[in-house]
Structures are given as C-alpha cells and as structure tokens.
C-alpha cells in the first residue's frame, strides 16, 4: 500500500544547502496538463475547486479577485455548486476511525463555465485568489478491460489462488460491504441479485429518508445518467446495454453468488455489493464521476472499494478522497491500468490505495499490465470468467479484472480478521502472496509482492514495514548533480504484527547510483509503530549520471531473526539540468541548455518566468546565427522544437557571488544540422532586495571553438510572452532602454513583462511575430532556420505589433550583431528579464537592471586588475560537501594547488594546470574526506601561500 508520501515538487526547490522541502509555500506553480492528457480527457467548460475555507454556495464564494479576473479574460461561472453538501460526517462509517484533524470535503466545489479559454488558462486564473487552495480540471477516467472469449464454464484462476483450500477454513463474508464503483450492474442478474446491498433506511417513495442526499439511493446510486453531456444523477445503477457491461464483469468477480447450483463462484461468496454508477449509458469506456462515487461508498458504509479504472492524470482532488477514505477505516482497491508501461495510474497509484497488476494463469505478467514501483500485488487478469449483462457469462481481460479477486480475498479476509482495519487488511494481503519474480526476469519487483494467495491470507500470520516521508538532502542546491553525495532520511512504518530486531539493507537497482551507507538498524517496532527520520543513508551519484535521471534503491527488510524478510523500491531523479531561482519577486528557472523559464520545449522542466503569482512565460531560448542555413538555436521550429544546444556543464549555484543568486551553465551546439562549433557559458544572476527584485540578469559568453574566424555572427532571445488572454497581448519595442516588451491589452492592470538588451557593443534587434497576422514568418505554424536568420539580421524591422483592437498572442526577437568572433576568442551579450506593475514601473525596472549590470562589469574589472597573486579563504568554511577556493592571478601561470592534512600528506590535487590573469573560483567537493582540519595550498610561479579549511560532517 502506498502509504509513503513521494516528494513531488509543487514549486521550487529550497536552492541552498538544506533538506529540500517538497512544498515551497512561497509560490503557487502554474497548473499545466499533465503528459498525455488531451481535452478528451476531462470535462469541458468544469472545474474543481477547494476553497479554503467554507463559503456560501454560490458564485460570490469565489470572491471578487478571481471573479473579476475570470471576467476581464472572457469567462463567465454559470453554476458552482458545492460537491459535497451533506459532508458532515461519513454517515455510515467503514470503521470507527475518525477523519483526522479537520473534514473540509464540503469545501469542495464543482463550477461550469462560459468561455472558449483553455482550461490551464481558467485554472491559473482561479488560482491567483488567495481563497482557492486548488483547482483542476474534472477528469475522465477509463476502465482497464476489453472482452475476450464466449462464455465458457470454468475458473481456472482459482487454482493458483487456493481458493477451494481458503473455503474448507472460511466460507462467508455476508458482513462484509463492498462497493463497486464502476459503470454500474446487473442487479437482477441470477448470480448477483442475492448478493446486492439495498439501503432499507431510504426505501423508494420520494423522499430522502435517510437524509444523506440522495433521494431513494435504495439499490445504490447513478451520478451520470444517460449521458455526460446531461449528467442527470438518478437512483438506478442497473447497465443499459451490452456496451456498459463492464461493472457487470467486475461485479461478479467480487461476489457473485456462490453454491446456488448456477453460473460461477466468487472468493467472498456471500459479501454485499454496493452499486455505485459512475459512467454514462452512453459511453462503454468512461469514468466520469469516479472520485464522488468513492465518497458515496465510503459514507454508505462500504468497508472495501473497488475501482478497475484510472488514467495518468492526477490531482489534490483525487489525492484528499482518497484520504478520506482511507481515515474512514476503508479499503480502496485500484487496477493498476492496461498500458504495458510504468506510468503511474490513478487511483492506483495514490498513496494509500492497493494497485493490481495482472498476470496469466502460469504468474506471468500479462502482456497489457502496467508495472512499476508503485504496484503492490498482482493477481490473474487474462481471460477471466464472469457475470454480464442480461443474466449472461463470458470472458474479460485486464487489470480491471485482477483488481476485483483481490477486493474478494481482502473481503473473506476481513470477515475472518475483523479487529484488522482496511489498511492491515490491504498490506496482510500482500504480504501473504506468493513470490513471482522468478517468472518475471524483465519485470523484477514491478509487479508488486507477489501473485494474491487466498489460502496463506486466511491461515498465515504476517509481517509488514514499509516506508513513509522520504528526505532528500542535496548540497548541490536540489539539482542532485553527478558526483555529489545526496542523504535520504525515511520514516518506517510496522503494520501488522510487533517486529524486532528490525534492519534494512539498502542497494542501487540502477547504474548510476553508489550506496554509502548499505545498511541501517531500526530496532523494535510495534503494531502501527512509527520509526521517523531513520538515516542518513547516503548515496553517491555516479559522474556519467544521465540528466533527469530516474533511478531506484531497492530497500530489504529483515526482523525477528529471519522470520521476516520483505523488500520494496524508492525511485527519484537525479543529475536534474536546471535550477530553480526563486530569490526575489520573480521566479523562473534557469537551464543549462540555453533555456530561461522551462528546460524542456513546450513549457516543461520549470517554473517559467512568475511574478505576482502569474504565470507569464510559455518559451524563452538563445539563438545564434551567421546565415540562413546555420542558426544554433532551441527555439520552436517546424512543427517541433530544435535541439541544437547541448550541455556541457551543469547548471550549478556559485557559492561566493556578489549577488544574492547566481548560477552557471555551459553547453554547445554539436546537435545542429550544420554546427557554429561554439561553447557558450551561461551565468543567471538575481537580486533579493529592492529596487533590484523584479529582474534577473542572464549573460552569455560565445566562444569561437573553431580553427576559423567567425563574422556576421547575430544573436538574440526568441520570448513568448502569454500574458492574462494569451490572443489578447501586444507588444512593443523601447529604444531608450533596448527593450521589447508585452502588455495585456484587455487587462491594464496585469502585469508587464519585458526583456532588456544591457550589452551595449553592437546594434539592437527586435523583431516581433504573431502567428495570427497573415504573412507572418509564424502564420504556417512553421519558424524555419531562414526565418530565424532573418528576423536576427534585419534589425528593428517593426517596433509594435498587436496595438490596435483586442490584440494578438505575440512573441518576438531581441538582440544584437553582427558581431566578428576570432578563433578562440569570444563575445558576450547580457539580457535582463524584466516584471513591473506598468510601463513606467517596467521602464523604472529595466534602469535599476542596467545600473546593476554596469556595477558587475566595473567590479569584475577591478577583480582581473588585480595587482598581485592572492589566494583566498574558501567558501564555505566549515565545509561538509561543496566549497570553492577563490584565487587571482596578475597573469598567465602554471598554477598548482593541492590539499594536504596537517602531517603534509597529500590528499588531492585541485589544479595542475595552466590558467589565465584574473579571479577562479576552484571547485573542491569534500564528500569522503573525513571530517578534520586540512590545508589547501598554492603554487603560482613564485607566489606561494597556505590556508586551513575545515570538514564537518
């Protein structure tokens, strides 16, 4: 069971040397479509949102900000309602488990909407209201079966199971309530009428008796209807047609009617079934209303829920039903998805729910399951035997079947096992099944504990310890870059019988990840016992660590001598290419391929450029150019994205820096058709206090790393602003202060945003684009490398675009050339990206930017002005991991700098090369050095000099 809370990163991570904090409260991230999710896949024109906290139920509960932004963009609330009105307690309980600190599921809303707007649009949108803890679209989810054979009489599935052994123990769970919350049932069906729950306090008359919410939900409950484009709830579960037979399917394989001389068996036998209706008549496959059927069966009092549909698609919606459910003493039970891959699928892969993967009658993974570290059993899901509509039989596969015979053994389980509760009954279960990794080589561990062992469930005592709130302490400011030693901290949870003696040994499963600390002793744990903060247990990360990599320790557990021996997976990103500055009042991300904003095309990999919480910024890339055929360059091109600048060195924080933040990257251009053989060096530089907080400097320095001169070289920043109404903007150019710019033209008091040329060594450029103006180089959908080229040597062709009328969705180029770079030489232009309230605060901005810049140039040349050698204190001092040794040069010299103990013995050679004039800041990375008081000292020529550093641990 998921219970283990994943770091998932909301907004920024904390860029200094402490444990990442997984939630930055400072800044709320732009919501954007999770990978895979296309406008089929949600509601149209509807939203959910939490507020924070309750409100009247009507559309002035949003309040006046979001409302009044909502409208200026076009978009009008026609309905909000609240989701849950009766949420005032789980009226009949699963258990006696209270819902912990506070219920706010009536805070829950669900509105529709007026507005040809995207969706991620009026979701940012209602998320600048401070009272919105979240919103996010209303998802369709999908089941995960397909039918399969003619009805044929057996259940072959069974056998490995023991299913027929686990009945000469335990033969009822008439107790038992199991909701299925699907796309409804047969509920006259011969093999499940018996066995179908009816709600005697709310019988059919009218009137809601039970005073729940549901008028006359005496044989469970419909939340669609006919259609999802209706969506008229009515009070008859039943499947209409043939198509929608899936919960039939589901049902039967849960609890059909057993020893009543007819059809087919069921584990459970006897368990009542809840019927729960989330789908239309309509639609064979989706699952629209899947989360409010869950909070029905668990205020109905169902003790296990099961769900055989899902999709990739996530959010705190999902995630808060879900732990209502489980505080209520509940059992949720998901299909783990039908896709043959390791994508996660909700609800399976929520912490706290039970996912299922399938396998054949021989234990083999079945060809369609998904797998992955989040699966926690598999169970039989190739052509299974049971119920369909109108009182007939037939064969299914998928996940969608596996997940029903393990809500069946969990129900004779539980029926056996009452003094359990849903969460020990979920883990009893899995620890009771048997092992299967033998016959799964390319699927080792991915496809959960083992195939569900009814037999061992109802005889077998077990034990159970998994982890919860993994730590991550980086010292390279969250990037987890190659070479550096991460600490992880773990929470170990017991949850069933008292371990002792409990250890874990820990081991990579991948490449590109050292294990330093194989091992850690937790002592004694008892039943629902908590060991917190158990570490550190570091990690190296290896130095050819792919970037963005994922990777995986696996984690084995041994208590009570030997009796107890389990083992599970923890999977996180390392050798991550970008940081995340978020030191002044705006944030964004810088990359290490040229990027500003997101490192990934298409808005992905970041944060974007923010500030007063609004999301505006879709793409910002360098491009470089000497002709219509080489332009270097990751800017959009036709139809994609060029991916022309590759990195060379990590984006890294420099520690000692004169500004409050400042980062470095290198990359080239090896990927282009026809490469400029350059290197670029990169560096990011932000300000934390006014009037310097609302920019960030970027600076590049192009090096020529050919044999040849380079000339005619023109270079510039390709930004696409999206500003309130992305159609509605409009842009113009500065030439005071060299400076493109973008306002909302039906929003005035949105923020501007802008980019400032500071280089001040060639001609400006500026060259704006709307793709919706006609004979626009963007008008095709296409920005070819001869457009590129153009719009970078024609300098300042226009100097407004989108003036007049509502405006345009505009984008454009700024920057200089043509520039001539030697062989080996180099150039550098600098560019400030600008926020402000209004032109005039952009404008006040954009001067505050280049008086900074000019102090860095002038401090930067006294620093290579230097008068003679010095060598300088590093930085940090204490240090644990990274530290860097400051040292100037007045001129060329082979320098050597070594780091020896105070016996003289060397420990390493730093630098045994030559470097140029100027200041170096020598990177030194002390991790596997003892902790202790060392010596780093210098050799330039004649200059020589010696100072202590100290390493703590």
Not at 45 to 54: A, D, P, S
Not at 252 to 269: E, F, Y
Not at 465 to 487: C, K, M, T, Y
Request: overall charge negative.
């Amino acid at each position: 069971m998921k219970l283990r809370l994943y770091l998932f990163a909301l907004a920024a991570l904390f860029l200094s040397f402490q444990i990442e904090d997984p939630f930055n409260t400072k800044l709320r991230e732009p919501f954007i479509l999770p990978n895979g999710v296309t406008k089929n896949d949600y509601l149209p024109n509807t939203v959910i949102i939490k507020l924070k906290q309750t409100q009247a139920k009507s559309i002035n509960s949003m309040g006046v900000p979001a409302r009044t932004q909502l409208e200026k963009k076009g978009i009008n609330i026609v309905k909000m309602d609240a989701l849950f009105p009766n949420t005032t307690s789980n009226n009949k309980s699963a258990g006696t488990f209270a819902l912990g600190p506070k219920n706010e599921l009536n805070q829950i809303y669900i509105a529709t909407y007026e507005g040809s707007n995207s969706i991620e649009e009026v979701i940012n949108t209602l998320q600048q209201d401070a009272q919105v803890e979240y919103a996010e679209p209303s998802y369709i989810h999908y089941t995960h079966a397909t039918p399969n054979d003619p009805f044929l009489n057996s259940q072959t599935h069974f056998t490995r199971m023991q299913v027929s052994q686990a009945w000469d123990i335990a033969q009822s769970a008439a107790n038992i309530l199991v909701a299925i919350v699907d796309s409804g049932s047969d509920l006259d069906h011969e093999d499940l009428a018996a066995n179908i729950y009816y709600n005697q306090a709310d019988p059919i008359n009218g009137r809601d008796d039970d005073g729940d919410g549901f008028v006359d939900n005496f044989a469970g409950w419909d939340f669609v209807g006919l259609s999802a484009t209706t969506m008229i709830p009515d009070n008859n579960p039943n499947v209409t047609s043939d198509s929608t037979q899936h919960g039939v399917h589901v049902s039967g394989l849960v609890s059909a009617v057993t020893n009543n001389a007819k059809g087919i068996a069921s584990i459970a036998r006897d368990a009542k079934l809840l019927i729960v209706k989330t789908g239309a008549d309509n639609n064979a496959r989706a699952i629209y209303k899947g989360y409010e059927g869950i909070k029905y069966a668990v205020d109905m009092g169902a003790k296990i829920i099961n769900c055989s549909w899902g999709s990739s698609a996530s959010g705190q919606f999902g995630q808060e039903i879900i732990n209502y459910a489980v505080s209520s003493g509940a059992l949720i039970i998901a299909s783990a998805g039908n896709d043959n891959n390791n994508v996660p699928n909700y609800p399976a892969s929520y912490p706290g729910v039970i996912s299922v993967s399938a396998v054949a009658n021989n234990d083999v993974k079945s060809s369609f399951s998904n797998y992955g570290d989040k699966v926690d059993i598999a169970a039989p899901g190739t052509s299974i035997l049971s119920t369909l509509n109108n009182g007939r039989y037939g064969y299914m596969s998928g996940t969608s079947m596996s997940a029903p015979l393990v809500s069946s053994a969990a129900a004779l389980l539980w029926a056996m096992r009452p003094d359990l509760t849903g969460e020990q009954i979920g883990e009893h279960l899995r620890m009771a099944s048997d092992p299967i990794n033998d016959l799964n080589a390319n699927h080792f561990d991915w496809l959960g504990k083992g195939r569900v062992n009814v037999l061992n469930a109802i005889q077998n005592k077990y034990y159970s310890v998994r982890f919860e709130n993994p730590i991550i302490q980086d010292p390279s400011n969250g990037s987890r870059l190659p070479g550096v030693e991460l600490a992880l901290y773990f929470d170990f949870k017991n949850y069933l019988d008292p371990v002792d003696g409990l250890h874990v040994q820990i081991s990579s499963v991948s490449p590109f990840l050292e294990v330093l600390t194989p091992s850690a002793s937790i002592g004694n744990l008892a039943s629902l016992g908590i060991r917190k903060q158990v570490g550190p247990i570091r990690v190296r990360v290896l130095p050819n660590a792919p970037a963005n990599r994922e990777v995986s320790l696996k984690l084995n557990y041994t208590a009570n001598g030997t009796s107890f021996t389990a083992s599970e997976v923890f999977t996180f990103e390392i050798a991550l290419d970008y940081l995340n500055v978020n030191i002044n009042k705006i944030s964004t991300t810088f990359a290490s391929n040229g990027r500003l904003g997101y490192s990934k095309a298409d808005g992905k990999g970041g944060l974007g450029f923010v500030y007063r919480d609004e999301s505006m910024l879709y793409e910002a890339s360098l491009l470089i150019g000497k002709s219509s055929t080489q332009v270097s360059n990751n800017t959009r091109n036709e139809g994609n994205y060029n991916e022309d600048f590759v990195k060379v060195i990590n984006a890294s924080k420099v520690a000692l820096s004169d500004a409050d933040f400042e980062a470095t990257a290198t990359f080239n251009d090896e990927k282009a058709m026809s490469p400029l053989n350059l290197i670029v060096k990169s560096k990011i530089q932000a300000y934390e206090k006014a009037p310097f907080d609302k920019f960030v400097l970027l600076n590049y320095e192009i090096i020529n790393n050919g044999l040849t001169d380079l000339e005619g070289i023109y270079t510039g920043m390709f930004v696409d602003w999206d500003l309130d109404v992305s159609n509605n903007n409009a842009t113009q150019y500065d030439p005071v202060n060299k400076m493109g710019y973008v306002y909302a033209m039906r929003n005035k008091d949105f923020p501007y945003g802008g980019v400032k040329l500071l280089s001040l060594n060639t001609d400006p450029i500026y060259a704006p684009f709307s793709y919706q103006r006609a004979g626009d180089p963007l008008a095709d959908g296409k920005f070819t490398q001869m457009e590129k080229f153009a719009a970078l040597r024609d300098g300042i062709s226009l100097t407004q675009l989108g003036t007049t009328g509502n405006g345009l969705d505009v984008m454009y180029i700024i920057g200089s050339g043509p520039y001539k770079i030697p062989a080996g030489k180099s150039v550098t232009v600098s560019y400030a990206f600008l926020a402000g309230d209004n032109l005039n605060d952009l404008q006040q901005v954009s001067q505050q930017a280049q008086l900074k810049y000019t102090e860095n140039i002038e401090k930067q040349a006294e620093k290579e002005n230097v008068s003679a050698n010095s060598l300088g204190q590093n930085y940090p001092n204490p240090v644990q991991s990274l530290t860097q040794i400051p040292l100037k040069l007045v001129e060329r010299t082979v320098v050597k700098l070594q780091l020896t103990d105070l016996q003289g013995r060397v420990i390493k050679t730093l630098v045994n090369t030559t470097l140029d004039a100027g200041l170096h800041l020598i990177p030194f990375n002390a991790q596997g050095i003892p902790a202790g008081v060392y010596i780093y000292e210098v050799k330039a020529g004649s200059y020589k000099k010696a100072l202590k550093m100290v390493v703590v641990k």
